[in-house]
């Protein structure tokens, strides 16, 4: 079972800093982790629509509207975090690709009256992380705070292709999970055929 704490001590491990009890402890690494570790958490979910960070939610339409273009708005969820939005549907039975909208802040902007999001949310427990996740988030946690702890712009390089490393690691195998897509030929290209 990885705690958040867990994963900011594997990213020390990997600089040879020493390990921290908790984020609040008074010492040099809990404050550049706790400093930090959010924001990273956040960078990482964000970049790619991760099995385990996927939600769903029907979203409840607002009663103010948009100044113009767009007929209806819609709060993002909060519950978990919307962090991005993946796609979004007027039916929860069909994904469907070519609905017209906008995010602007926290709103989703659109003319459909009935709004089903697929969203990648904010999932701070790292119990319901894959463990490439949680690699993935390690190593772009210690490159992000290697020079503060170090002192060492080279490590902090080398750190950086270790993420990126992991980054794609766990991309692949989480994208491998899922159903492949069905690539639909455009009308165009059918009447080439």
């Given at each position: 079972?990885?705690?958040?704490?867990?994963?900011?001590?594997?990213?020390?491990?990997?600089?040879?800093?020493?390990?921290?009890?908790?984020?609040?402890?008074?010492?040099?690494?809990?404050?550049?982790?706790?400093?930090?570790?959010?924001?990273?958490?956040?960078?990482?979910?964000?970049?790619?629509?991760?099995?385990?960070?996927?939600?769903?939610?029907?979203?409840?339409?607002?009663?103010?509207?948009?100044?113009?273009?767009?007929?209806?708005?819609?709060?993002?969820?909060?519950?978990?975090?919307?962090?991005?939005?993946?796609?979004?549907?007027?039916?929860g039975d069909v994904e469907e690709l070519d609905i017209d909208y906008q995010i602007e802040g926290r709103k989703l902007l659109t003319d459909e009256s009935t709004v089903y999001l697929r969203y990648i949310a904010r999932i701070t427990d790292p119990n319901e992380y894959d463990a490439l996740l949680?690699?993935?988030?390690?190593?772009?946690?210690?490159?992000?705070?290697?020079?503060?702890?170090?002192?060492?712009?080279?490590?902090?390089?080398?750190?950086?292709?270790?993420?990126?490393?992991?980054?794609?690691?766990?991309?692949?195998?989480?994208?491998?999970?899922?159903?492949?897509?069905?690539?639909?030929?455009?009308?165009?290209?059918?009447?080439?055929?």
């Amino acid at each position: 079972m990885a705690s958040e704490v867990d994963i900011c001590n594997s990213a020390l491990n990997q600089l040879g800093a020493s390990q921290i009890i908790s984020r609040t402890e008074n010492s040099k690494a809990a404050r550049v982790v706790n400093q930090r570790y959010d924001f990273i958490r956040d960078k990482v979910i964000r970049s790619h629509p991760w099995n385990s960070c996927v939600r769903r939610a029907s979203l409840a339409q607002e009663t103010d509207t948009p100044v113009y273009k767009y007929a209806y708005q819609y709060a993002l969820p909060t519950d978990p975090y919307c962090l991005r939005v993946i796609n979004i549907s007027t039916s929860g039975d069909v994904e469907e690709l070519d609905i017209d909208y906008q995010i602007e802040g926290r709103k989703l902007l659109t003319d459909e009256s009935t709004v089903y999001l697929r969203y990648i949310a904010r999932i701070t427990d790292p119990n319901e992380y894959d463990a490439l996740l949680i690699e993935a988030l390690t190593a772009a946690l210690a490159a992000d705070i290697s020079y503060a702890i170090t002192n060492s712009a080279t490590l902090a390089r080398e750190l950086q292709g270790l993420y990126a490393m992991k980054l794609g690691e766990a991309r692949f195998a989480d994208a491998q999970e899922n159903f492949p897509d069905v690539i639909e030929a455009e009308t165009f290209i059918e009447a080439r055929l």
